[in-house]
């Protein structure tokens, strides 16, 4: 396979992924969330390594496949809208959400996906994390992200601010049941 039908082929497969992602919620989601939500799934997902690649950046992981795609769609055109942020927000990256045309095309392909049994994990992984990671504020996502992946604290613009704070939002954490005593005392300790 030449060089152009290869990039063509991650350029389709990585929208599809997107709009599976997407698709799995009827809530608009940050681009922050949303982004570190796939990042989740590439780290336990091998099949979606080839497609994206994430670096360390001033929020975390980041993936430049990701943000070119979701704001220049080339295949599923007018199935998502990116909504820029506001001026004084400085963490969600902007907003995606899908459009009438996208929730006809997610439900097309979904159905098709659900037939392929190498595609049911991935589609039930992509379900689990946005129902729970979309619950979490920007910090308390990227309080667990930098916890668990410390690797990707390294550039990143708000990690100070966030470490600073890691007893109030580790406490909204475990308010909301989402991590255990032991998980508590990790975050919440100096390093």
Not at 49 to 75: A, L, M, Q
Not at 161 to 180: H, P, T, V, W
Not at 181 to 189: C, G, Q, S
Request: glycine residues 4%; aromatic residues 14%; neutral net charge.
């Amino acid at each position: 396979m030449n060089t152009s039908s290869l990039q063509e082929k991650r350029q389709r497969a990585l929208e599809f992924l997107i709009l599976l992602l997407l698709g799995t919620s009827d809530k608009r989601v940050s681009m922050l969330h949303f982004e570190k939500e796939l990042f989740l799934i590439w780290n336990f997902h091998p099949d979606i390594k080839e497609f994206i690649s994430f670096i360390s950046h001033y929020r975390g992981p980041y993936s430049k496949e990701i943000d070119e795609v979701i704001k220049n769609p080339f295949y599923l055109v007018d199935c998502w809208e990116y909504i820029p942020p506001h001026r004084h927000d400085t963490i969600s990256g902007g907003f995606i959400e899908l459009t009438r045309e996208g929730r006809k095309k997610y439900k097309e392909v979904y159905h098709d996906s659900v037939k392929n049994p190498k595609m049911i994990p991935l589609l039930s992984a992509f379900k689990m994390v946005r129902e729970m990671y979309d619950k979490l504020s920007s910090d308390e996502l990227l309080l667990l992200i930098y916890d668990s992946y410390p690797e990707y604290r390294k550039k990143s613009n708000v990690y100070e601010n966030i470490y600073k704070s890691r007893q109030k939002i580790a406490d909204k954490l475990r308010e909301k049941g989402f991590i255990d005593e032991e998980r508590y005392e990790n975050l919440t300790a100096s390093s």
